[in-house]
């Protein structure tokens, strides 16, 4: 099983700051990545596709970047929806594999 | 509007059963493969399975966790998602969401509590 490592697990962070959480691949899975985001009494939210790509409706503020093993996710100036706990996928191979999670806080 | 909602949680017993519903509309269920993923108590997210859509056969995957235990299955004709759960452990106590991660598509979930 490819086995994926997120970090920071929890982070806490202002508004208009610069968030970056990195997720780091136990092997090769070219751009087979995504990132989702979870808010308690939300549904699952995937904010970015194969690595770098925003879904419609997405805002500009979040980016992805990276292949292979390294991931990361930005956030460039973080806005008050922005809190909640984000997740990296990877769907290259079975089983599907989720990092462990960073729970963004307000500071 | 897209609504995928699941049924059928609640106590059991540690070796009992219990089966999951996900009612869907929305979207085009037919056409899509469909997971279930669920996240215990304070932990993360964990994809338990697949089935795939008739194109493929109805082929399923399963983590290793729930391997031989759990069976997922689906009717297109009800737009509607199984999870049948058997030899249930205590481990297993989770919220359980239905989704479609190719579509981007969740549940709200249903919890699922094993405890004697």
């Known amino acids: 099983d490819i086995q994926m490592t997120q970090s920071p697990s929890a982070m806490s962070a202002s508004v208009g700051d610069r968030v970056t959480i990195t997720c780091r691949a136990s092997?090769?899975?070219?751009?087979?990545l995504a990132w989702l985001q979870q808010k308690p009494g939300k549904v699952h939210k995937r904010l970015i596709y194969?690595?770098?790509n925003l879904e419609s409706g997405v805002p500009s503020r979040f980016s992805g970047s990276g292949s292979g093993t390294e991931f990361t996710l930005t956030i460039s100036s973080l806005q008050p929806e922005d809190f909640a706990t984000y997740y990296c996928?990877?769907?290259?191979?079975?089983?599907?594999?989720f990092g462990q999670g960073t729970k963004v806080e307000i500071k | 509007e897209v609504q995928l909602v699941e049924s059928g949680g609640g106590l059991v017993q540690p070796g009992g059963s219990l089966r999951l519903s996900c009612a869907t509309s929305?979207?085009?269920?037919?056409?899509?493969?469909m997971d279930w993923v669920r996240q215990a108590p304070g932990k993360g997210l964990e994809w338990i399975g697949r089935?795939?859509?008739?194109?493929?056969?109805?082929?399923?995957e399963y983590a290793a966790s729930v391997q031989g235990r759990f069976t997922i299955s689906r009717d297109d004709s009800k737009n509607s998602l199984y999870l049948q759960m058997n030899s249930l452990k205590t481990e297993d106590t989770a919220v359980y969401y239905c989704?479609?991660?190719?579509?981007?598509?969740w549940g709200q979930g249903t919890l699922v509590t094993v405890s004697s």
């Open positions: 989704a479609s991660m190719i579509g981007d598509y």
């Open positions: 996928l990877q769907h290259k191979t079975f089983p599907r594999t």
């Open positions: 092997q090769d899975i070219s751009n087979n």
């Open positions: 194969d690595a770098s």
């Open positions: 929305g979207f085009s269920f037919s056409d899509y493969h």
């Open positions: 089935v795939r859509d008739k194109a493929d056969s109805y082929t399923t």
